[in-house]
């Protein structure tokens, strides 16, 4: 499968009714080496379908576990080299290559050695032959100086010998295709450690020194850097309890702690969400978010948003700007038909949420999508039916993805600000008032003069109004 191109690999894909997936993986030159180093993020870029994602890994992996035994088997014999081609004529030894140091042997065979006084016999080379391909992924695991980086993707080579510098998109995906061919060598390791990844650093910055120069933004690849075997031992844990029922958070919030150094170099260099995610993915627990945020500024963003909408909520709901809003409208017609106090202030406080860009004279998409679907890739707010107390629901979703279910308004707007400050995301111009707003007062900055003008009167006036 490995020498397979991709005509055949698209053959073999059409013979496992696996022919939906044809035209991407042409689109993408996915050839049999490629296949068989795709990890599990890559299959879910690959293929949407869920159904096609488990029939290819589950191809895949057996494959792999084929191979796998014939290799255990290869281990457990010494192949000791001969001192030369002509000596010990008897015996066959095998020419090993690794991909970390193509030009280390094991042995050695002429092709005009001789065996038992002629020719070697036909069936011993092509057994030979059969077995290149395994013993050379014996040796794999042993790194060495001289990694010499895979054969990139037919689009990606193109950039790199034009040295074109290449976009955000296509320098995760030089990265993906790094990682894989890194730790598809590895034993009972997640990740390669600082020296293998200075190795491999290394061998793509000589090969390409333009990736270096300044402005190419390339530093991104760090991620892979600073993984160990405990940093491994805390990421296989948190993949495990994430999954149960009863989670031990005392030891969920122990070992975030502990890997709090290398997520925010991740996330400081820009490495994917979906990677963030995958590695710590109680990120997507709103206890882990806010707890997250509160590690960086020292400060409880739920208790701070409680505190502002029931400070803020009365005043915001009378200003002449969002009296005749649709929300506000809404809002009206629904207290009409309650008299609990506690549901009445609920709708206030959701009514609140829903209108602070209008306040702001900023774009609502950009924070809340109300019954309706997702369309921005910033973190955003997903809200369906906001003043009914029995079916309302609240999501954050990130690039489009939901990421979090949420209690309540209150909840999900702690969840939205902390979001764009744990995962270091930017705000969009168009809304960052609304959130300039909400800063100044969960991080308690006194009308600041770095503050929009905007922001600072309208925080003036809010503040009048309570006197």
Known sequence: MESWSVDEVCNWLVQRNL???????REEEVSGAALLALNDRMVQQLVKKIGHQAVLMDLINKYQQQNNGLESFT???????PKSPEANSGTMGIQVFS???????????????????????????????????????CETVQWTNSYVLPEFPYDVQCILEERKCPDHSMRIRIIEF??????????GSLYPNSQQ???VVNALLQAYPFLDEDGNGFEEIVYLEGHDAEMDEHIVWFKQEY???ERNWEEVDKRMNKTLEMRRKMISNKAPLKEILRLFPFLRCPYELFREFQLLTHMDIYKKTVEILEIYSGNILTLYSVRNNPINVLLRENLKQHTEEDILKYMKMTATCLLLPDVFGDDSSLFTA????????????????????????????????????????????????????VFG??????????????ESLILEMKSPQSLPKKVKRKLEELECLNI
């Open 370 to 421: 109300v019954n309706e679907e997702v369309k921005v890739l910033t973190p955003v707010l997903e809200v369906k039916n906001p003043f009914s107390v029995n079916t309302c629901e609240f999501a954050l979703y990130i690039e489009k993805e939901k990421l979090a279910q949420l209690d309540d308004c209150t909840m999900a707007l702690a969840a939205l600000l902390a979001a764009f400050h």
């Open 425 to 438: 995301i930017q705000y969009p111009k168009r809304i960052h008032n609304t959130f300039h707003f909400l």
């Open 99 to 137: 991909p970390f140091s193509p030009t280390e042997q094991t042995g050695y065979i002429s092709p005009t050695e001789k065996y038992d006084g002629g020719l070697i016999d036909r069936r011993v080379l092509k057994q030979k032959k059969n077995m290149k391909h395994v013993f050379a992924r």
């Open 19 to 25: 022919g939906d997936l044809v035209p991407k993986f």
């Open 178 to 187: 790094l990682q894989a061919d890194m730790t598809k060598y590895l034993e």
């Open 75 to 81: 281990y457990s014999c010494e192949i000791t080299p």
């Open 197 to 199: 990844y200075n190795v």
């Open 243 to 245: 999954m149960k029922t």
